[in-house]
């Protein structure tokens, strides 16, 4: 089985079985490299604190391309994706002039703050129906809600504003360094006074930590939960957590790791 994805929302990862390819153009038409010529069936694994995952990383290589029919795979050598495969979504870059051929971005859209413990705090644009979901998806711990506008363009340019003094961005190790913390609640409170917020958020993961896990990839052990994109583990007496995102591409066997992994003090008291 390959992981092909990863669900970031309710803890999850999508899983394909491995097919042999055929060179040519691949099933979605947008280049060439190495894919099957048809879809197989994704299988959904749930991350449920308390599951026991097995498996061994093996070799890693291209997770193809999802659609609506089925999994493509692809044997390119480039993980997660080749360049046949690697897509961006362009309104991430967007800062209100459309990058797009033609705006689509008509809905209503919500500002927001959120907080990674212990005192990191982003600036965003969602959606404004999917704003708790989006909130979630990144693992946040607080949010607030600042603003609702009429369409994305709008939004983006109120974003790269207050981007200027705060971010608009919190990479992974940034928030697996929080995951034991919890948000300066007076930090917090002194950025909130200097907005006037519709509504704001506190998230349960459902799970606390006494200490900092170790960074890892891997996909073996007792499951604690799901943060965003992160895995936390518990394997042989020390606690993991793994960027589901760097499990993707690679393809998973029935066993324990056979690793060395680098344990915490506490896996030898």
Known sequence: MQVVGYDSLDGGLYLAPGEETTVGENATGDGFGAATADPTEIEYLSLDAGDELT?????????????????????????????????????????????????????????????????????????????????????????????????????????????????????????????????????????????????????DYGFSLDSRPMGETMAAGRVVGTKGRLLVLDNAGTTYAVDMRDLVGYELREGDSDRNLQSSLGAFE
């Open 55 to 203: 498996y061994r990383l093996d070799s890693r290589h291209c997770a193809g391309t999802i659609a609506d029919e089925g999994h493509y795979g692809c044997e390119n050598d480039d993980a997660p994706y080749c360049e046949y495969h690697r897509s961006t979504w362009v309104c991430a870059r967007c800062k209100g002039t459309c990058l797009k051929d033609e705006m689509d971005c008509f809905d209503d859209h919500a500002i927001y703050l959120a907080a990674f413990a212990p005192d990191v705090f982003k600036v965003g644009v969602t959606k404004e129906w999917r704003l708790d979901t989006r909130l979630r998806e990144q693992g946040a711990d607080r949010a607030a809600h600042l603003r609702t506008v009429e369409n994305g363009r709008i939004a983006r340019e109120l974003e790269s504003e207050l981007a200027r003094e705060l971010t608009d961005r919190v990479r992974v190790p940034t928030k697996q360094a929080g995951l034991h913390l919890r948000v300066d609640a007076e930090k917090w409170a002194s950025l909130l006074a200097e907005f006037d917020p519709f509504d704001t958020f506190e998230f």
